[in-house]
């Protein structure tokens, strides 16, 4: 069965300052992986997936991250964070040989000005 | 309008009460999901539905009873339900008519239940 850590509950930063969400999974072959985010209030929204092709994918928002399959994970990055990008982050994990699509317990990220 | 959208955004009821949580999508979608989210644990999947036929429900307490009578609506009726249910439950759909790992789902806001 897949599973899906996300290490850090809460990270802080500074606006402006580059930003690195860890997501790890665990699953026997390649899956697929998303990154949501939840503004407060509101409900989750796709930033990014991949499915196959190229390791680095692009998000909306200004949003990348890199599939690292020796790793085992799905890091989210940003290089600069505006204050508008708190929020939770969830990563998603979906199996390809079943309908599952796991979640992990989401990183609250919290901006200074 | 647009997306997914959840009435009401907040309820309060006590443990015997009856109500029930109305979801509405707008993007022509052919799947719609039922999330229990609490705190500090991952999106729980409680019901799956596609083109309204129900296609998962992950052991989910009889207490929660979903219906589904057209694609664009779907509901959660609530019966007799436990402080321990006190959550969001979140409402999302997604395009594809196969229930599947790679679907990207779009999410409503939520309603925000407290149980008495």
């Known amino acids: 069965a897949q599973s899906v850590t996300q290490p850090d509950i809460h990270i802080t930063v500074s606006e402006g300052a580059s930003l690195e969400l860890r997501c790890n999974y665990s699953?026997?072959?390649?899956?697929?992986l998303f990154w949501y985010v939840q503004s407060p209030g509101q409900g989750l929204q796709l930033l990014l997936k991949?499915?196959?092709?190229?390791?680095l994918v692009q998000g909306i928002k200004g949003f990348e991250a890199e599939f690292k399959r020796s790793q085992s994970s799905f890091n989210l990055r940003k290089p600069s964070v505006h204050w508008s990008d708190a929020a939770e982050y969830f990563c998603?994990?979906?199996?390809?040989?079943?309908?599952?699509?796991?979640f992990g317990t989401g990183t609250r990220l919290q901006v200074f000005p | 309008e647009t997306g997914v959208t959840q009435t009401p955004r907040h309820l309060v009821m006590g443990m015997t009460n009856k109500k029930s949580l109305k979801c509405e999508q707008h993007l022509g979608h052919n799947a719609m999901y039922w999330y229990k989210q609490s705190a500090k644990k991952p999106l729980e999947l409680m019901f799956v539905?596609?083109?309204?036929?129900?296609?998962e429900n992950n052991s989910v307490p009889s207490r929660f009873s979903p219906e589904c009578p057209n694609s664009s609506h779907l509901f959660l009726h609530l019966h007799t339900l436990q402080p321990e249910d006190s959550a969001l439950y979140l409402c999302?759909?997604?395009?594809?008519?196969?229930?599947?790992?790679?679907?990207?789902?779009?999410f409503g806001a939520g309603s925000r239940l407290t149980v008495l």
């Open positions: 998603a994990v979906g199996a390809r040989n079943t309908d599952k699509l796991i």
């Open positions: 699953y026997g072959a390649t899956p697929y």
């Open positions: 999302a759909s997604s395009q594809e008519k196969r229930t599947s790992g790679a679907n990207v789902l779009t």
């Open positions: 991949y499915f196959s092709g190229d390791t």
């Open positions: 539905y596609s083109l309204e036929e129900r296609v």
